[in-house]
């Protein structure tokens, strides 16, 4: 080989390896994506919260919230209305939840399965305005007829549609975790003779159990951040309930705090500080939240995999049982005293009576007897679920049918939305989300690449996935505040189009990433390692055998951006949406959207035309983003039986 | 330890929903379910200067962001009492007279309906070409005519509306929603009148309104209150254009039997708090 071949040869080298290199960069800049957003939302939220119109202590355990009579800023009803609502929903929703989880994931055939997960998730698709629209129509009535109570916006109505809202999320990462126990515990168990149940119950469970705890947390994280149907049914009334377990008091959470009072706040003044003081102590709230169940998913992951070392434990398996039961006592005690303030004494002791006899009961009875109790209570949350799906859906495609026409959806609005159709805010929500997704898909699938394909897990990785999850966990709300404070006011993009699908777009962009990181994980490693072995270079490898396979994967994970980004209203509600019957004719124009429409339409406009409208407009915007839904999980079902590696 | 496990979250559950069987004494009268308007609005600040004499509201008020807030719990409260503008009233609510008189549009041009407030739309500096025209419109026969068919208190009117030659382009107005039907059937007229979109109109509420005509992003700005001072200072070029007036009805539910009539103290010892059951009225 001559010297000049050779030399022409490092120098394609080089030129290649240039290329290879400036392609890594953009994808490490896509990855760090989610990290800047993270800082630059905490940045600008603090920053449009200075100076808070009062000391952050008395913000904080200020009793009163007056903002524009009295001039008190006190979020302590606040804090304690987000809490106990959440509470009252994790009631409601975790029974349920871990019973659907147990279901899918041990109990039903495989066809059944097809049928019960798919509907569950569902229910995470239907946007959280349409929730509210039946909540304030149907659910409140229903509490106040039902109860005899003068109103029926109150904390348990809150805490039913957040309930409802958490069981999808709480179902499907619990499930996960449940899938992801190895077979040889469950064979292992099988094999001693254990029964199903008692391998559910003493090792599937568990096992799993980090994994549940993080569902948990992370359905509380969404309770805690839910605006739009919290703000419709709840009440609003800035009171620690009295007696403090009244459930049947309105109360007043941070998130719908935010919902009513953004809008029409005069830019500037103290009360427009202290709600952004309101969505910094939101978003330090969630971000805790969020952590928490970071930190726990990922002991999960450690505990499963085979790692040769064994730790010796800190304290013997003997002193951690004692622990553990002195622990358990007294959180039954606590528990007991506080039914005690709540009900009284005969009521208690009722309660602790059944309880032992429960307890003997149970002890007599026969492993089978007990396998049938559990599964038959796991298959009526089942039954709940499936019926709570069936009542909502019902309800609004029953309004919502007699509206519907092909004028409907291709006149716009007229009079208010009494008259014509939803044309602008259909094409409006269309525009939105094509635009979010555009942004959204390289910044997401670029940062994906990164992270599966260009690195090792490292501190950078660890921190990238962090601010994925977190911002994955933030408030949609919160995304409506920064969006307003960043594009609206500092980079006076005015109410527009464009605000807006940014504002989406870093929305959805922890949702593009997860799925498409699982898709490429799901391409096996020896592929890649024959096309290196054959001389492609990463980018290659990437371009021509990695992505092709996962494409079905990312599609499905842009589709679910898609079906959430059209659903949110909060997030729109500061940065893009005006009730206007024009399509805009650029970018810095604002638009009508699906769910804005139907929120003004439901509570703004008099009138049983307008009723009517909302609810052909609440149909039209499930049908949408149901739609979507269904879409995806098509395509991932459909991937998951032919794709076999 | 599972078990365990259950039987605390079992007890958990049963302290929520034993908060259920906190029954409220329904056997005398109705309790009075107090509903207002949010923080920010603009028809509770005039409220709480002319009704309430700036004391404060009871800490027990539901609070909604819209008049149609107000309205739907009202007509799905029995013991509920609310305000809203005149232009909401229907069968499904039933407002009350306020010191023996009826919330009408005839009332409160005579003057005797004591709960009324301006309209306003807003421009940065006077109002030229497009803008200058619509406001005309509005206050011309036509755009009063529009006022009185919304429910809403008609000024007096200027005349027929005499169309000018030479109008091009487009104008934006943003702001206010009590103000936007007026805006919005208004700006449909005169866009027909015209034979082209010359006006577009959007929501938003009064703060966005302020906001949007005097960055300049909007021509005329709507807002159901005066200028905060902060404003002000910050745009001090706005104009003030008073649209129409808006009556505010105060309103229970249909099959309240209890009140036809509140003198404005009453209606202020509601919202205080002093009477919480309508026995006591």
Redesign the interface.
């Known amino acids: 080989m001559n010297i000049r071949s050779k030399r022409k040869n490092m120098f394609t080298f080089s030129k290649r390896n240039f290329k290879e290199k400036s392609i890594k960069t953009i994808f490490f800049i896509a990855a760090i994506f989610g990290v800047i957003i993270i800082f630059s939302i905490l940045f600008f939220l603090l920053r449009e919260a200075y100076p808070l119109p009062t000391d952050v202590w008395s913000f904080l355990s200020g009793t009163?919230?007056?903002?524009?009579?009295?001039l008190k800023f006190g979020t302590y009803p606040l804090i304690v209305g987000t809490l106990l609502v959440t509470?009252?929903a994790m009631?409601i929703a975790?029974?349920l939840s871990i019973g659907g989880a147990l279901f899918i994931s041990e109990i039903a055939s495989s066809r059944v399965r097809s049928i019960i997960k798919p509907a569950i998730e569902l229910l995470a698709g239907i946007p959280s305005v349409v929730y509210g629209f039946f909540g304030?129509?149907i659910l409140?009535?229903m509490i106040?007829d039902f109860?005899?109570?003068?109103?029926?916006?109150t904390?348990?109505a809150g805490?039913i549609i957040l309930g409802v809202m958490a069981i999808p999320t709480i179902t499907t990462v619990a499930e996960d975790a449940l899938k992801a126990v190895p077979r040889e515990y469950k064979e292992g168990s099988l094999a001693m003779g254990a029964t199903k149940w008692q391998t559910i119950?003493?090792v599937v469970?568990?096992s799993a159990l980090s994994g549940i705890t993080a569902a948990i947390i992370l359905g509380i994280g969404r309770a805690v951040g839910e605006t739009m149907a919290i703000?419709?049914v709840c009440?609003?009334?800035?009171?620690v309930p009295n007696?403090l377990?009244?459930?049947?008091s309105?109360i007043?959470t941070l998130t719908s705090t935010l919902?009513?009072?953004?809008?029409?706040?005069?830019?500037?003044?103290p009360?427009y500080h202290a709600l952004f003081g309101v969505a910094v102590l939101l978003l330090m709230i969630t971000l805790i939240i969020n952590l928490s169940a970071v930190y726990l998913l990922g002991l999960l992951k450690t505990k499963h995999s085979a790692s040769g070392k064994k730790k010796k434990p800190l304290i013997s398996a003997n002193l951690t049982a004692k622990i553990?039961k002195i622990f358990?006592s007294i959180?039954?005690l606590f528990?007991?005293f506080?039914?005690y303030l709540?009900?009284g004494i005969i009521?208690t002791g009722i309660?602790v009576i059944i309880?032992i006899i429960f307890w003997f009961f149970?002890k007599k009875l026969s492993e089978k007897n007990i396998q049938r109790i559990a599964f038959s209570a796991i298959g009526a949350s089942v039954i709940i679920i499936i019926i709570l799906l069936g009542i909502i859906l019902t309800y609004i495609i029953v309004n919502g049918a007699g509206a519907l026409s092909w004028e409907f959806l291709t006149e716009a609005p007229?009079?208010?939305g009494r008259a014509g159709g939803i044309s602008t805010a259909l094409i409006g929500t269309l525009y939105l989300v094509a635009g979010a997704i555009a942004i959204a898909l390289p910044i997401g699938v670029g940062a994906s690449i990164y992270l599966t394909e260009y690195t090792k897990e490292n501190l950078a990785t660890k921190i990238i996935r962090t601010a994925a999850d977190l911002l994955n966990g933030t408030p949609s709300i919160v995304f409506g505040l920064f969006g307003f404070a960043f594009f609206v006011l500092y980079l006076?993009f005015?109410?527009s189009l464009l605000a807006g699908q940014i504002t989406l777009a870093f929305m959805i962009v922890p949702t593009i990433l997860r799925t498409t990181e699982e898709a490429l994980r799901s391409v096996p490693q020896s592929i890649r390692e024959g096309s290196y072995a054959v001389g492609a270079t990463r980018w290659q490898t990437i371009r021509r055998v990695v992505l092709p396979p996962a494409a079905p994967g990312i599609i499905t994970g842009a589709i679910l951006g898609i079906g959430r980004a059209a659903g949110e209203t909060a997030p729109i509600m500061f940065t893009a949406v005006?009730?206007?019957?024009?399509f805009p004719s650029s970018l810095f124009?604002?638009v009508n959207a699906l769910p804005y429409h139907l929120f003004?339409v439901?509570?703004?406009?008099?009138?049983s035309a307008?009723r009517a409208a909302a609810g052909g407009t609440a149909l039209v915007l499930l049908l949408v983003v149901v739609g979507f839904y269904s879409i995806a999980i098509i395509i991932r079902n459909h991937y998951q039986k032919t794709m076999k590696w | 330890m599972l078990v365990i496990g259950i039987l605390v979250a079992i007890m958990l559950i049963a302290i929520f929903f034993s908060g259920c069987t906190q029954q409220t004494d329904t056997s005398q009268g109705l309790t009075i379910v107090v509903v207002g308007r949010d923080s920010a609005s603009g028809t509770r600040e005039f409220f709480w200067e002319h009704v309430m004499g700036k004391t404060n509201f009871t800490q027990n008020m539901l609070e909604k962001n819209s008049n149609g807030g107000v309205y739907q719990t009202v007509s799905s409260t029995e013991g509920a009492i609310g305000y809203i503008g005149l232009g909401y009233l229907d069968e499904n609510v039933k407002a009350i007279k306020i010191n023996g008189i009826e919330a009408t549009v005839a009332n409160v041009i005579a003057g005797t309906y004591p709960i009324s407030r301006a309209l306003n739309m807003f421009t940065n500096g006077n109002a030229t070409g497009i803008a200058e025209e619509f406001l005309k419109y509005i206050d011309s026969d036509e755009g009063q005519a529009i006022v009185d068919e919304e429910g809403f208190v008609p000024k007096t009117a200027t005349g027929p509306y005499v169309k000018v030659d030479g109008l091009t382009g487009s104008i934006t107005i943003v702001g206010s929603t009590t103000v936007l039907p007026i805006a919005q059937l208004a700006a449909e007229a005169f866009n027909e009148l015209y034979g082209s979109d010359l006006v577009a109109v959007s929501g938003g509420g009064s703060s966005v309104g302020v906001q949007s005509v005097g960055e300049g992003s909007a021509a005329i700005g709507m807002a159901s209150r005066e200028l905060k001072s902060s404003e002000i200072t910050s745009y001090p070029n706005l104009v003030k254009r008073i649209v129409c007036n808006d009556g505010i009805a105060v309103v229970v539910h249909p099959d309240n039997t209890y009140v036809e009539d509140l003198t404005l103290q009453q209606v202020k010892a509601i919202y205080n708090a002093t009477y919480t059951n309508w026995d006591q009225i």
Do not use: C
Request: hydrophobic share 45%.
């Open positions: 009163k919230w007056s903002p524009t009579e009295s509470f009252g009631a975790i029974p304030l129509i409140t009535t106040k109860f005899g109570v003068p109103t029926g916006e904390w348990l805490s119950s003493k469970v568990p703000l419709m009440g609003n009334a800035a009171i007696p377990w009244n459930t049947f309105p007043r919902g009513i009072e953004t809008a029409e706040v005069p830019v500037g003044g009360h553990k358990t959180s039954l528990v007991l506080l039914l709540i009900t009521v309660l309880g149970i007229r009079n208010l006076k005015g109410f005006a009730f206007s019957s024009f124009e604002p003004i439901a509570t703004n406009v008099p009138g307008a």
